[in-house]
């Protein structure tokens, strides 16, 4: 079946005790068992609950995977999967990664004894760099593609080509890109892993994460540590993720049109200095993207003259609202520096201070652009030659 069909149908049959079309929630911790150790599948809703194993058994097929775990958080993800590498060995990071990601890795991961090392992403996508970089300790290479937030690109092949050579595992963040656009373990990655607070939910009304695998020894482990973590997903939480991602397909083609008409905006105004978008063709990562990627996503970052600018800008839009997250239904705009990438303001890796990142929402393009324009309006214009 094709991937929109899978959306709506893949682990949502009618329930069988009722018929009822849309998967029921299924708000109960414990369940009746025939005899001790015997029952229908289910005996503790941390372990396994029929909304939540829908959720998993779509998603997982929207991936191309074996075998999906929902969490409850992104970072509740991405915490269960770092629990596959010990202290003492090391992980290999694309440098610009999602803020909370690295907050976890320098704060909590690197005080215990776990190393991490930071690649550009041009050293991680040329295969021979990165196999010269890599060593027995390395574990885990960590990627997003694109990056948050400055849209560079991965080649996700060269990646998992060194890695494997290694003996490491590929951990591919596929959040901006979601199961519609890009499919990772389709690549060769071996963990797949999301926000599905983000495009998957997309509604901005629920917080959730999500990893997947083929990798029958990481599946038993995330499984193992899913349960005894607990870091799980409520039913009603399930259910709304499980909700949106019946129309992932058809939000996410909106959302690269209208990204697309954005940066063309952007990318001829005299008051933007620079249009970082994977779609653009100077785009240093735009053949890599077209190559493992279906469409180039709708999120679009842009650089003004000054922090100044960027400050007075985001506080002059009516239809983007100024909030963090993104793939919402909703177009949003932030300023990373100081809101989604504060963390990393004093460290190597900071976030440009003029820079400002767009979720594209499904809104009329023309209602985006103008409203970015007037925004635009008040800032100086910029020096011309």
């Not at 595992?169 to 599905?196: C, I, M, W």
């Amino acid at each position: 079946m094709d991937f929109e069909t899978r959306a709506i149908h893949a682990g949502q049959e009618p329930d069988p005790a009722t018929g009822a079309v849309t998967t029921p929630i299924y708000q109960t911790s414990t369940f009746a068992q025939e005899a001790v150790g015997v029952h229908k599948g289910y005996d503790y809703a941390r372990v396994a609950n029929p909304t939540r194993t829908a959720l998993e058994e779509c998603l997982a097929s929207l991936e191309s995977a074996a075998s999906g775990h929902a969490f409850s958080s992104g970072l509740g993800a991405t915490t269960t999967i770092m629990h596959l590498v010990d202290p003492g060995q090391r992980v290999v990071c694309v440098n610009d990664v999602y803020g909370g990601t690295y907050r976890m890795f320098s704060q909590v991961y690197e005080p215990k004894g776990y190393r991490f090392t930071y690649l550009t992403p041009p050293e991680l996508s040329d295969a021979e760099a990165l196999a010269e970089k890599l060593g027995d300790d390395v574990a885990l290479v960590w990627i997003e593609t694109p990056t948050n937030p400055l849209l560079n690109v991965v080649d996700i092949r060269s990646v998992v080509d060194a890695a494997h050579a290694a003996g490491a595992k590929v951990v591919v963040d596929n959040t901006f890109a979601t199961p519609y656009l890009q499919r990772p373990l389709e690549l060769g990655a071996d963990v797949v892993v999301h926000s599905t607070t983000k495009y998957i939910g997309g509604h901005s009304d629920v917080v959730g994460g999500f990893a997947a695998t083929s990798d029958p020894a990481v599946a038993e482990r995330l499984r193992f540590l899913q349960k005894s973590l607990g870091a799980i997903p409520g039913a009603f939480d399930a259910w709304l993720v499980l909700r949106g991602v019946k129309t992932l397909a058809v939000r996410m083609r909106q959302h690269c049109e209208n990204a697309a008409a954005v940066v063309e905006f952007l990318d001829a105004h005299p008051r933007v200095e620079q249009v970082l978008y994977p779609g653009l063709p100077d785009h240093p990562g735009h053949e890599i993207a077209a190559s493992q990627m279906r469409d180039f996503g709708g999120m679009v970052s842009f650089v003004v003259a000054s922090e100044d600018d960027a400050v007075e800008l985001v506080a002059h839009t009516n239809v983007w609202t100024l909030a963090e997250s993104l793939g919402g239904v909703e177009s949003l705009i932030e300023h990373p520096a100081r809101m989604t990438h504060a963390s990393t303001a004093e460290g190597p890796f900071a976030a440009p201070r003029n820079l400002i990142r767009l979720s594209v929402g499904i809104e009329s393009a023309d209602d985006l652009i103008a409203d970015l324009e007037r925004a635009l309006a008040v800032l100086p214009a910029r020096a011309t030659a």
